[in-house]
């Protein structure tokens, strides 16, 4: 048999962004960046401040629309996609601020998160209650067995603004995995989160990757964060597409340690 064709195949691009540009009053923030994000992967996204990795997020999730270029979403061009069009179709994101809702509990933030639910519309209220009772039987199932992956069970019925930073990270995730989308984007998940939750929150992203099969593509500063758990990393520099490696590569590489710290810091 020839080595051709036994030879493993790489897992497939799930999401992709081409040739993108966005300013910002004559400011380029993204220049020409492209990215590729390969099913099962939790990739790394990091860069000194200003870089422009924000704005890569908010295009890529659809809060913010390119000058030019193209997102594409497992093949399907999403450019022109709002984000919760995206959303329906895989992708969701976080932001650096949690965004959850306050008034509501933390298991009630749960059970919010999937879209389109027939309990959401007036018709299946009153033609198909059986329908939308095992749908919120189904929702309830899932919704435990998050809080316990999510570590948040003895907090199901406490008011989510008041949890705490790390806390509300980790229903963040929650709700991700509630939406049932393969590919999550996830913007400084470790900001203002003490040690000890970062280390759960990590063990959830490393569960939600391997056993649930999510691919993950992470923007975070914390270095030890970045080192542990995400493979490939991409670097970002003024806008633009640095170098795609493994963190040991990376941190090794003189232009990446001039981008962070000064043309003098790479040639010590």
Same mark, same amino acid.
């Given at each position: ?102 008034? /509501? &509990?933390? %298991?009630? $933030?749960?059970?919010? +998160? ?7 519309? !007036? @018709?299946? =209220? ?25 570590? /948040? &069970?003895? %907090?199901? $019925?406490?008011?989510? +603004? ?7 990270? !980790? @229903?963040? =995730? ?25 280390? /759960? ?68």
């Amino acid at each position: 048999m020839h080595a051709s064709a036994t030879a493993k195949s790489p897992p497939r691009i799930v999401l992709s962004g081409q040739a993108l540009q966005k300013s910002f009053g004559g400011v380029r923030a993204v220049s020409g960046m492209s990215l590729t994000l390969r099913e099962g992967s939790i990739t790394g996204l990091i860069g000194p401040n200003g870089a422009g990795k924000s704005t890569l997020f908010h295009l890529l999730s659809g809060v913010i629309r390119p000058d030019s270029g193209r997102v594409e979403l497992f093949g399907d061009n999403i450019t022109a996609l709002p984000t919760h069009e995206r959303a329906q179709r895989g992708m969701v994101r976080s932001f650096q601020l949690a965004r959850e809702f306050g008034p /509501l &509990t933390v %298991l009630e $933030n749960l059970l919010l +998160a999937p879209q389109n639910q027939c309990g959401e519309r !007036l @018709l299946p =209220l009153f033609f198909g209650p059986a329908k939308v009772r095992a749908e919120q039987e189904g929702l309830y199932r899932r919704a435990v067995e998050v809080l316990a992956l999510s570590r /948040l &069970t003895a %907090l199901r $019925n406490e008011y989510a +603004a008041n949890l705490s930073g790390g806390q509300k990270k !980790l @229903l963040e =995730l929650g709700r991700a995995l509630m939406t049932d989308c393969p590919v999550i984007l996830l913007d400084e998940p470790g900001a203002g989160v003490n040690p000890a939750l970062m280390g /759960l929150l990590t063990e959830m992203i490393r569960r939600l990757n391997a056993e649930y099969g999510k691919t993950f593509l992470i923007i975070e500063h914390d270095m030890d964060f970045i080192a542990r758990l995400c493979d490939p990393v991409i670097v970002m520099t003024e806008g633009r597409h640095l170098m795609e490696a493994s963190f040991d590569e990376i941190r090794r590489d003189p232009a990446v340690i001039e981008a962070y710290l000064g043309r003098a810091a790479a040639h010590v």
